[in-house]
């Protein structure tokens, strides 16, 4: 584990001096609101050819989280054509900061849908965006209707996307507390993931602040929640992916240095 790239959530205004007060290789931030339909833009002073020339000084790397309102998976044409044209700036504008992925929710579909047609939804988005970075598809904690809460909705989603000339830029990515609050097995969820999409790109590690199966999405810090904490480190060492931690900010140094000492 001492080789992983480790680094955290960081605010978007200034993230090379938040990675450095945290001793952190990589970030992850947002582009904007991420709670806004609005073309999303780094805020970082000078821009985007700023931040990327700041973060290859510092020998930082940049993830960015895609807003929380995208549903490429939707039936509604009103919320699904939006979400597949923000994705597409979200990817654009990631790819002028240099970031090395974009990590986008499932998303998911109403209660009188088929779930096929939210794999079909994701595999027409994949096909038509233009990926100068990859993106790396979220497992979430909730809703019944989710396309990457369940297994067998991961693997439609996953079977559905395969056959699309963009698959080798999709990824994924794997919340330690979207898995135990969503009821996935956190002592098979890797092995239990990479056997349906043959691939773990991120891992977002986090504590959760709700029981097993809950299905709620409340992040805590490492040790303070309902996983035991070396349940959360045997997945990230058995993933061999980047960490990004997701916890509260003001123990994310504290969080790091464990993680690298073990």
């Given at each position: 584990m001492t080789s992983l790239r480790i680094g955290a959530h960081v605010d978007q205004s200034d993230p090379i001096t938040e990675a450095s007060s945290r001793g952190a290789d990589i970030v992850q931030f947002f582009?904007?609101?991420?709670?806004?339909?609005?073309k999303p833009q780094a805020r970082y002073e000078g821009g985007a050819e700023a931040l990327r020339a700041a973060a290859e000084s510092a020998g930082v790397g940049l993830y960015i989280h895609a807003p929380y309102i995208i549903n490429v998976a939707s039936s509604n044409n009103r919320i699904r054509i939006p979400s597949r044209k923000l994705l597409q700036q979200t990817v654009t504008e990631a790819a002028a900061v240099g970031a090395l992925g974009v990590i986008v929710h499932g998303g998911h579909v109403t209660a009188d849908d088929d779930p096929a047609v939210g794999y079909d939804n994701w595999r027409?988005?994949?096909?038509?965006?233009?990926?100068?970075?990859?993106?790396?598809?979220?497992n979430t904690a909730g809703?019944?209707?989710?396309?990457?809460?369940?297994?067998k909705d991961i693997r439609g989603v996953w079977e559905a996307i395969s056959t699309s000339a963009n698959i080798d830029s999709v990824g994924f990515c794997l919340d330690t507390c979207h898995a135990h609050a969503g009821g996935l097995d956190l002592a098979t969820v890797v092995d239990d993931i990479r056997g349906i999409t043959g691939r773990i790109d991120l891992i977002h590690c986090n504590d959760s602040r709700d029981v097993a199966g809950s299905g709620a999405d409340r992040h805590t810090g490492l040790g303070d929640g309902t996983i035991d904490r070396e349940q959360i480190a045997a997945?990230?060492?058995?993933?061999?992916?980047p960490v990004i931690l997701e916890t509260p900010g003001d123990g994310h140094a504290?969080?790091?240095?464990?993680?690298?000492?073990l």
């Open positions: 582009l904007g609101d991420p709670q806004s339909w609005k027409k988005a994949v096909d038509g965006l233009k990926l100068e970075v990859p993106i790396l598809i979220e809703g019944k209707n989710a396309m990457a809460r369940h297994l997945i990230v060492g058995e993933a061999g992916a504290e969080e790091i240095a464990w993680l690298r000492s």
